[in-house]
């Protein structure tokens, strides 16, 4: 239960930082959209990148 409950607070925080500096990509959180590492990469987005990768 402890790691479930940390696992969870981690995401969360992710999210939450991503959603205010204005790099997390609602479409493909939400699964509308799919993108992938390199296509972010590709578009100049090195933080976007970065972010997905630690999701």
Do not use: P, W
């Amino acid at each position: 239960m402890k790691t479930a409950t940390n696992v969870a607070g981690q995401s969360a925080c992710t999210l939450i930082v991503a959603a205010r500096e204005g790099i997390l990509d609602r479409d493909a959180h939400n699964g509308v959209k799919s993108i992938s590492l390199e296509a972010a990469a590709a578009d100049g987005s090195a933080e976007k990148a970065s972010v997905l990768a630690a999701a």
